[in-house]
Structures are given as C-alpha cells and as structure tokens.
C-alpha cells in the first residue's frame, strides 16, 4: 500500500528529495540533521512507497487545518511525550561517503561536534545562572553578579559534598532528564530520562521541587516549619524553586525595622537549604540506583532529614572549639545562626557550644529521641 503524506512545508519537501545527498554527506552542517535523519529512516523501514505531497496551508484544507490545530494542542501541553528516536542500527547512516567529503565538510564536522556540547552546557548554565538572578532579586532585592554566585558555593559553610553538588547542578553536569534522551543509548536507558511515577522529564528540577515521589515535599515541609522558627526574620516560607536552592548561598536577610544585617539568619537559611537539597538528592539516587523505585517511608525520610540537621548544628558546635584557631567559628555566628530553633532553647545556657549541657547534647527537636534529635 502507498502511503502520502502531505505537507504544507516546501522546505520539509527539499530535504526529503534530497535525502541522498544528505546521506552521502553524513548529515554534516544539515539544518535539524537528527530530525532529517529520523524521518528518511523512518520512511526507508516501510516495505512499500512512501509518497510526499504539497498542499498550500491556511486555506481550508481539512486535514492541514487538523494538523494545525493538533500542532497548537501539542505546544499548551503541560506534560512532555517521550518520543524515540533512536535509528534501528540496520537504517542508521554514520559518517560522511569518503567519495564526496572535502577538507571543509570534515572541518565543518569537527567544529559542529564541538560546539554543539559546549553550547548545550553553555545554554543550560547560562539559563540556571539567570534562575538564581531572578530569584536573589524577589527575595533579597538585589541582583548579584556570575562572579558572585560561583563564589558563595564555594563558601567556607558549605562542605566540599554540598559545593561539588552546587556546581555541578549549575552545569546540570548531573545524568538526568534530557541526558538520557540520546539517540545512541538504548531504550532501556532512554526511559531513564522520564519520571517513572509523574511521567514527566526527571531533570534537577523535577527532582529537587516537583517530584511526587515521597521525599521532596515532605523535607521542604519540615525545613518550612524549622525556618518559620526564627521570629527574627522577615522573609516568609515558601516552597523554594532551583533558583531559590541553587541561588541559597547568597541570602542577605534584614530586620525589619532596622534594616540591621541578620547575619545568623542568612546562614541558616543557606545551611538548612543547600543540606536538605542534597538529602533530597541523595534519597533520590538511593531509590532509583539501589532500591528499583521503591520510596521510603516517611518515617525514614524525617528521620534523616533530621539527622542531618543535627550533624550540622554538632559540626558548628565543634567548630567553635579554639584549637581550629583561625579556621574556627565564632561563637556568637553560631548562636546567633541556630537561635530560635533549638529543642528546649528556653533552659539552655548562654553559650550553649559546649559538648554537653546539663547532659544532654543540644539538638533540633524531633517526634522521638535518637536519629529523631534530642532536646
């Protein structure tokens, strides 16, 4: 059976009658070359004719007007398709006719493959840099520079895991969402690239503020109730977007009234942020890699989120400690960072960074004792 398909895309048309050409030049410095190369693969699998034809678009023609408003539909969705596609290996055309390549086509190729992965990346940072601007700017009110975003991840109060973490999610350096879609890799690994449960693109994104997978929003949940804590600050809880997560190092909290820098608050907002990000990350790997899918009960995920929270509050408290001389905190940073939200902060000391006050070591409060912290 003949199967004709009709377009209303004459320059669709050039590249299909061309296919040869572009085949003998191994689709070097061809305009949508994996599409072209797609759709004359796709067309070479079918056992019979395949034949195009024009039809002039926007004038009334039924089925082009179908097409359009199917074209329409498909760009307000909210929800990507996965789409394969990947080139059975016996249809795939690799490299350029050794007959028909010149100097310039090689060059053109060289340079393409080039400047293809570095401007992917470029994009990619180019665009989270500009998340981080827009979201420092509504909550803090002020814009920062490239500079000093790369400067406040590589900040003294993030450890080297949570800086590493930071940069690369910048870079979206991650194997994540769109990584995955290659042409190249099978389908099993394709399918990496869309969230089993949401079944929407699984990026850095998805995975830090959208995923409803348990883990995510319940850890945002409990850092909003801690956050909401300090009775000092001005900056009301909401659940953070990346820029928000990626931009948290470079928080500049006020009083209110006095317009006085909150030094502390700025810090924990930093630190609870970028430590609960990183959790939500690393519960996410553990799910996928290790446990085939299978979430973890809240429970465990409170837990945890718990736990290092506390890890962090007793690592600034050591870090007060004079034998670090001039790597160590002050006393009064650290005070003043976990001020208001410390389990019975009421019957605590002054200074409470000493090891143990009246016997029992100072934490955040939980449901429980143990890895649910201690008050």
């Known amino acids: ?81 996965f789409v394969n596609l990947k080139i059975p290996a016996e249809l795939l055309v690799t490299g350029a006719k050794l007959s028909t390549i010149t100097q310039a086509t090689a060059y053109k190729a060289i340079v393409a493959r080039s400047s293809r992965d570095i401007d992917m990346h470029r994009k990619r940072t180019d665009m989270n840099l500009m998340r981080i601007k827009n979201c420092v700017e509504d909550t803090f009110g002020y ?73 995510q929003k319940l850890i945002w949940k409990l850092v909003g109730e801690l956050w909401e804590k300090k009775t000092t600050t001005a900056i009301p809880w909401r659940d953070p977007t990346t820029g928000d997560i990626l931009g948290c190092g470079l928080a500049r909290i006020k009083e209110p009234r006095t317009e006085r820098m909150l030094t502390g608050d700025a810090r924990l907002w930093k630190l609870i942020i970028a430590h609960s990000a990183y959790l939500i990350w690393t519960l996410r790997c553990e799910r996928v890699i290790r446990n085939s899918g299978q979430p973890f009960p809240d429970n465990e995920i409170r837990n945890r989120w718990l736990k290092t929270m506390n890890s962090r509050l007793d690592l600034d408290r050591r870090m007060t400690n004079k034998r670090y001389e001039k790597k160590a905190l002050s006393k009064g940073l650290v005070i003043q960072t976990w001020k208001g939200v410390l389990a019975e902060e009421k019957k605590l000391p002054k200074d409470w960074t000493d090891e143990l006050v009246n016997g029992v070591l100072v934490g955040i409060a939980g449901s429980g004792r143990g890895e649910d912290g201690v008050g």
């Open 143 to 215: 814009i920062p520079t490239s500079e000093a975003i790369w400067k406040s991840i590589r900040n003294k109060d993030f450890e080297l895991k949570i800086q590493i973490f930071m940069w690369k999610a910048i870079h979206d350096a991650y194997w994540t969402g769109t990584h995955w879609a290659n042409p190249s890799m099978s389908q099993e690994l394709q399918e990496r690239a869309i969230c089993a449960v949401c079944g929407e693109v699984d990026d850095m994104t998805h995975i830090l503020t959208k995923c409803q997978t348990p883990g």
């Open 1 to 81: 059976m003949i199967l004709t398909l009709e377009t209303d895309s004459k320059y669709v048309l050039n590249i299909l009658k061309n296919h040869q050409k572009l085949e003998n030049s191994g689709f070097i410095g061809a305009p949508h070359a994996k599409l072209a190369q797609n759709a004359i693969a796709s067309f070479r699998s079918r056992p019979t004719q395949t034949r195009m034809m024009w039809v002039k678009g926007h004038n009334g023609h039924e089925r082009n007007e179908g097409a359009d408003k199917l074209a329409g539909m498909a760009v307000r969705k909210d929800r990507a398709n």
